[in-house]
């Protein structure tokens, strides 16, 4: 089996080089000795007319910009589409070790190399539940573009088997547009998207659905007992 772990970075950050230091000193010692495992820093530039590859850095010809992570995305399943040699591809964020999902990652991330797709755990959100939380981040949203009943992995980390990111790479292309314009774009929701539009096996969604919703469910009682805790102690 062969692997290419790909860690999404921005330029702009202040923090950017900083993380890639970390991440390749300590969380990438044992990625980076596998020999079975390509790791590559994502990026997007502008200037760039093609994908451009230089060491473990990949640039990639978009905007550097959060409401464009969608264009990212595809350009980077694009590019390793064509590439090849490897059975799964690891998408995952610099910021992902500082965030509250990192208590939940595998000992190995190759664990979760299995399947189509597959993540941390996949979400089951709404637009109605959705609607605040594009407006914090000031992005575009127009909830009638947004899919109803789409389960998917968040971006922080997900993986996907070859003939995953192959459909991705075929068909990503007329959401694209809708992504980026009305749904800020936010590449983790084209991703499930797509493939339970076009890839993913009856029993495959089936999995993801039912596993998306027992998260939901198991959040939203966790919410509740919060509250009446809370009710309790005034």
Not at 71 to 93: C, H, N, P, Q
Not at 221 to 232: D, V, Y
């Amino acid at each position: 089996m062969r692997f290419i772990l790909c860690v999404y970075s921005c330029q702009r950050e202040p923090y950017a080089r900083l993380r890639k230091e970390l991440l390749a000193q300590d969380w990438f010692q044992s990625p980076l000795k596998d020999p079975s495992i390509e790791v590559f820093f994502v990026y997007a530039d502008p200037h760039c007319r093609e994908p451009t590859l230089s060491g473990m850095d990949l640039f990639l010809p978009c905007e550097d910009a959060y409401a464009q992570l969608a264009s990212k995305t595809l350009r980077m399943l694009e590019f390793f589409s064509r590439r090849g040699g490897f059975d799964y591809l690891i998408k995952m964020d610099d910021s992902i070790l500082a965030s509250p999902l990192s208590g939940k990652l595998p000992s190995s991330i190759v664990e979760l190399c299995h399947g189509s797709y597959c993540g941390i755990r996949p979400l089951f959100t709404l637009p109605i539940t959705s609607t605040r939380w594009f407006q914090e981040r000031q992005l575009p949203f127009r909830k009638q573009s947004y899919p109803w009943f789409c389960p998917f992995y968040a971006g922080k980390l997900y993986t996907l088997s070859w003939g995953a990111v192959a459909a991705i790479a075929q068909y990503g292309r007329s959401y694209e547009e809708t992504f980026n314009t009305d749904l800020g774009g936010i590449e983790d929701v084209l991703v499930g998207r797509v493939l339970l539009q076009h890839y993913l096996s009856p029993r495959e969604k089936f999995q993801i659905y039912a596993s998306a919703l027992r998260s939901e469910l198991r959040v939203a009682f966790q919410q509740m007992l919060s509250i009446g805790r809370n009710t309790k102690t005034r």
